[in-house]
């Protein structure tokens, strides 16, 4: 299959996602622990207003939304002393064959106090494990910033037992359709940040790892009120990857879609339409930062490179002496950075170590 023979995203075994999980345990804060009524309150039930951007126009038109409203629930799952974490759920904008996918569903983790706090949508991995996102999410709320994990369709709850529908999915068109899904769910997931009180709507973004990382990066192209977007393991020029990658997956997928009387050029215009480098040049402006692999086998450096070309070279672009996979022993350092990111202080390159 094209998705795993190029991306190879769900490689991620367990074992890696224990190693990130605990890496990224950090000492406690030092200071006195804020009591549970520093929070502020999280109705289990509401409505929440979707106003189109100021430039919706501008918005490449498969990501476009009216001004309307959406319900939500949400209940708590765990309560801290630091942070709490929320079940969130919402309907999303598009409605698929597969009932179950059209919810989405998320975990807001709050911090302590009443903000006003920057906010990330943090999004998951291609394997479908959550841990990894997760940790990130709990990470950020440590350190006051609010973060919605966002599951992506047909993951987790969203996915019927016995349906073969994938968000990556070997027929690029399910691909393209999957991946929409995803930017309209991340939109309707920013405005629910956004009108929290304790969020500042002017300090929203988004993150990801691999996939994530991806996604982050077509997600904000569509959601300008996104200024934030950091980049981990994530790339672009999808076309070019599959049709150059030699694994026997990717030359037998390249033989069928030929059998198929399909040629390079029409894969390609096919997936450009969800490829963050199609829409680089949205992101210019914004504050971005990239996390690139300089070993990566699964999002190649080009692929990175390209990404951060579109954008006019204009993010920051830091490279770690890694591979996809041995990247893991940079998370302690890459979760502070992604930290100071979000808070605004200034970043500078970490060194391996």
């Known amino acids: 299959m094209w998705q795993r023979s190029v991306l190879k995203l769900g490689r991620w075994v367990a074992v890696a996602v224990v190693v990130w999980s605990s890496a990224a345990r950090l000492p406690a804060d ?8 520093a929070f502020t309150d999280v109705p289990a039930a ?16 498969r990501f476009r939304l009216t001004g309307h409203e959406f319900d939500f629930q949400s ?27 059209n919810t989405v569903h998320a975990e807001y983790f709050q911090p302590a106090g009443t903000g006003p706090f920057p906010a990330a949508v943090v999004l998951h991995i291609l394997g479908g494990d959550f841990v990894l996102a ?14 919605l994990f966002v599951k992506m369709p047909y993951y987790g709850p969203r996915r019927r037992p016995g349906v073969s529908n994938r968000m990556i999915s070997e027929d690029p068109h399910e691909t393209v359709q999957g991946m929409t899904q995803a930017v309209l769910d991340i939109r309707r997931a920013a405005a629910w940040l956004a009108a929290r009180s304790e969020v ?19 997600a904000a192209s569509g959601e300008p009120r996104l200024k934030s977007v950091a980049v981990f393991l994530g790339g672009g020029n999808f076309a070019d990857l599959i049709w150059s990658n030699d694994t026997r997956q990717a030359q037998e997928f390249r033989k069928r879609w030929v059998a198929a009387g399909g040629t390079p050029e029409s894969f390609k215009e096919i997936v450009q339409q969800v490829d963050p480098v199609t829409y680089g040049k949205l992101l ?17 450096p080009a692929s990175a490179t390209a990404l951060w070309e579109s954008i006019d070279r204009e993010p920051e672009l830091v490279w770690i002496d890694a591979g996809h996979y041995t990247a893991i022993k940079f998370l302690p350092q890459e979760l502070i950075r992604l930290d100071m990111f979000f808070n605004g202080k200034i970043v500078k390159p970490v060194e391996a170590k």
């Open 75 to 101: 209940q708590l799952a765990h309560g801290g002393e630091k942070f709490r974490m929320f079940r969130v759920t919402f309907p999303s904008p598009v409605k698929t064959a597969v009932e179950e996918n």
């Open 46 to 61: 509401g409505k929440v207003e979707f106003r189109p951007a100021a430039l919706e126009t501008s918005i490449p038109e």
């Open 30 to 37: 030092e200071g006195p622990a804020k009591p549970v009524s």
């Open 134 to 147: 997760e940790t990130v999410a709990s990470h950020l709320a440590r350190n006051g910033i609010a973060a």
């Open 284 to 300: 210019k402006g914004r504050r971005v930062l990239m996390i690139a692999a300089r070993n990566d086998e699964v999002v190649p």
């Open 200 to 218: 500042d709507p002017e300090r929203l973004g988004i993150t990801g790892i691999s996939l994530g990382g991806i996604m982050s990066a077509l």
